[in-house]
């Protein structure tokens, strides 16, 4: 793709499927949760037909069509956003997230799994590679709770906080702070393996 010369800092979340340092907010289409009445009486009739009939198998395809059809429609989605955001940007930071860990939580992990984020971090390296495009994923510890003006670090910020607001008069939306915290630290990566790449070219040339 031509170079666009403009560089992103992605934040995935619940509320907001993914927040840019931009300040674009996509909101999260909770595929599952949108489906659960179609996946509930679907799964009422399995359950109430005969194990081993006929009737019990059309049932249990029926349900698992149910299921297909989420995950198409996660994963449509997932293709067509990776390619907008690399279309639009040379290079693309996001969290390197460890979500094995976070679907432990009970409380969040139908939502986490709904979203799709490691779907969704898959697009992304894969078209990227395809596009000329570079994706790298940063430490998303305290990305949150730095101020990306001043960099102080906010500690008591519960996450109900939508607005960050810091001691030095900076205020933000809560996800956009965190995007451009990103953002920063995969500058710095860019900035680093650049000199690593040029230096290298200078001693071949040499």
């Given at each position: 793709m031509p170079a666009t010369g403009v560089d992103v800092g992605i934040d995935v979340g619940l509320i907001s499927l993914i927040t840019t340092s931009a300040g674009e907010h996509v909101e999260h289409p909770a595929w599952y949760r949108k489906a659960q009445k179609r996946l509930r009486v679907a799964q009422r009739r399995v359950s109430r037909r005969k194990k081993g009939g006929a009737n019990r198998r059309k049932a249990v395809i029926a349900?698992?069509?149910?299921?297909?059809?989420?995950?198409?429609q996660r994963r449509d989605f997932l293709y067509k956003l990776s390619h907008r955001l690399l279309t639009a940007y040379d290079h693309v930071a996001v969290e390197d997230l460890r979500i094995r860990n976070m679907v432990q939580n009970h409380h969040?992990?139908?939502?986490?799994?709904?979203?799709?984020?490691?779907l969704?971090?898959?697009?992304?390296t894969s078209k990227a590679a395809n596009a000329g495009r570079e994706v790298v994923f940063?430490?998303?510890?305290?990305?949150?709770?730095t101020c990306y003006a001043c960099g102080q670090l906010v500690l008591h910020?519960?996450?109900s906080q939508r607005v960050f607001r810091c001691a030095c008069g900076y205020v933000a939306d809560h996800d956009e702070?965190?995007?451009?915290?990103?953002?920063?630290?995969?500058?710095?990566?860019?900035?680093?393996t650049s000199t690593l790449v040029g230096g290298a070219q200078e001693a071949a040339a040499l």
């Amino acid at each position: 793709m031509p170079a666009t010369g403009v560089d992103v800092g992605i934040d995935v979340g619940l509320i907001s499927l993914i927040t840019t340092s931009a300040g674009e907010h996509v909101e999260h289409p909770a595929w599952y949760r949108k489906a659960q009445k179609r996946l509930r009486v679907a799964q009422r009739r399995v359950s109430r037909r005969k194990k081993g009939g006929a009737n019990r198998r059309k049932a249990v395809i029926a349900l698992q069509r149910e299921h297909e059809r989420i995950a198409n429609q996660r994963r449509d989605f997932l293709y067509k956003l990776s390619h907008r955001l690399l279309t639009a940007y040379d290079h693309v930071a996001v969290e390197d997230l460890r979500i094995r860990n976070m679907v432990q939580n009970h409380h969040l992990s139908t939502s986490i799994l709904d979203a799709g984020w490691g779907l969704f971090a898959a697009h992304l390296t894969s078209k990227a590679a395809n596009a000329g495009r570079e994706v790298v994923f940063v430490n998303p510890a305290y990305t949150s709770r730095t101020c990306y003006a001043c960099g102080q670090l906010v500690l008591h910020l519960p996450l109900s906080q939508r607005v960050f607001r810091c001691a030095c008069g900076y205020v933000a939306d809560h996800d956009e702070n965190a995007a451009r915290n990103i953002l920063r630290l995969g500058q710095s990566r860019w900035a680093s393996t650049s000199t690593l790449v040029g230096g290298a070219q200078e001693a071949a040339a040499l």
